[in-house]
């Protein structure tokens, strides 16, 4: 079946690294772009970074341009996000998601989410 | 604050229907940008509920639908069941931003 499964996460100090991963099986990986949402603690939803299915263009949430970024490896079917310059802020639980387009340019919607990973920043 | 706006909560009783509204602006909702909305179970992944404004992936019943008008988009539910009990996210694409973007999210109470 479809399926997403993230890795990675932990219990970083600020300013630290850390590097994520994204295993998807059960569809065609190159076919699709790929994002991370990430949720704060006791939060709502927030995007953090796109990437198209060839790996051709990758855009990010403010918040995090500049420090984090993706990638995908489509020989192995899998995700990444390396995160940089780490901030307390950036404490949350961090989702990948499949992502398609609909009709228009820009026009996405995630529909196959994993369970998501954990990333705690703190001294 | 995100630039989509939703009511932090609402509620409805077994059987009734509810809404939940998704407001933007000219740079995202107004514009050619769909909205599309997310069920979040509490303690697990979001599920896609909605796409494209108003369709439906398969799976998810048509006791659930979505509208787009103006500046505002809404997610309707209808005969309300105790397992609608969940936060609920709208989701578009903004031109300002140049970024995708969640509206803050509804919890839906089933009293």
């Known amino acids: 079946q479809v399926q997403l499964v993230e890795s990675g996460g932990g219990v970083v100090e600020p300013g630290r690294s850390l590097r994520l991963s994204c295993a998807a099986s059960?569809?065609?990986?190159?076919?699709?772009?790929m994002d991370w949402v990430r949720q704060a603690p006791g939060k709502g939803l927030e995007w953090v970074a796109i990437?198209?299915?060839?790996?051709?263009?990758?855009f990010y949430a403010d918040s995090v341009k500049g420090r984090f970024t993706i990638s995908r490896d489509n020989s192995k079917n899998t995700l990444f996000l390396q995160m940089n310059s780490l901030r307390v802020e950036d404490t949350a639980v961090y989702y990948c998601a499949r992502v398609v387009k609909y009709q228009l340019p820009l026009n996405f919607y995630m529909d196959v989410w994993g369970k998501g990973t954990t990333v705690t920043v703190s001294s | 604050q995100s630039v989509l706006t939703q009511p932090p909560s609402v509620s409805g009783a077994p059987g009734q229907r509810v809404t939940i509204s998704c407001t933007g602006s000219?740079?995202?909702?107004?514009?050619?940008?769909?909205v599309n909305w997310y069920q979040q179970l509490p303690g697990t992944a979001p599920k896609l509920l909605i796409y494209?404004?108003?369709n439906r992936p398969s799976g998810v019943p048509d006791r659930i639908s979505g509208s787009k008008s103006g500046t505002s988009a809404s997610l309707g539910i209808t005969g309300l069941q105790a397992e609608d009990e969940a936060a609920y996210y709208c989701q578009s694409y903004d031109s300002t931003l140049r970024s995708w973007v969640f509206g803050g999210g509804t919890k839906l109470t089933v009293l």
């Open positions: 494209g404004n108003t």
């Open positions: 059960g569809f065609s990986f190159r076919s699709y772009g």
């Open positions: 000219s740079s995202n909702i107004e514009t050619t940008y769909d």
């Open positions: 990437i198209w299915y060839d790996g051709s263009n990758q």
